[in-house]
């Protein structure tokens, strides 16, 4: 019944930005734990950002840390991706996710530690 709708990809080049959005309904999510995950063709989802509804503890991947920013806006059951300085490997289907009946101060990292899906956006960045 929770439904999360992802926007914002495009094709850019490498060192462009974007930033994707993530809005929820169905359900409040004021006390769940949000993230984005990633998936290049023939290659495992991964994890990229989590964040609480609040705003704290947000946590980042290795890959991106210090390009990409997670953030959220409880009055619009929105989160956000900005994406700076990307690369050709930031190639891939970004996916909102969100976990429900968790802590909601612990950063979720695994894909099996989310409930809810969003349907992905497409983000291709050439060289």
């Known amino acids: 019944q929770v439904q999360l709708v992802e926007t914002g990809g495009g094709l850019v080049q490498a060192g462009d930005s974007l930033r994707l959005s993530c809005a929820a309904s169905?359900?409040?999510?004021?006390?769940?734990?949000m993230g984005w995950f990633r998936q290049a063709p023939g290659k495992e989802r991964e994890f990229v950002a989590a964040i609480s509804w609040s705003g704290s503890n947000p946590y980042y991947a290795d890959s991106v840390k210090g390009r990409f920013t997670i953030s959220s806006d409880n009055a619009k059951n929105t989160i956000y991706l900005q994406m700076n300085g990307l690369k050709p490997e930031d190639t891939a289907v970004y996916y909102c996710?969100?976990?429900?009946?968790?802590?909601?101060?612990?950063?979720?990292?695994?894909?099996?530690?989310?409930?809810?899906w969003g349907q992905g956006t497409q983000v291709t960045v050439s060289s």
């Open positions: 996710a969100a976990n429900s009946f968790g802590n909601p101060y612990h950063m979720y990292t695994n894909r099996a530690q989310y409930d809810y």
């Open positions: 169905g359900r409040t999510f004021s006390s769940s734990t």
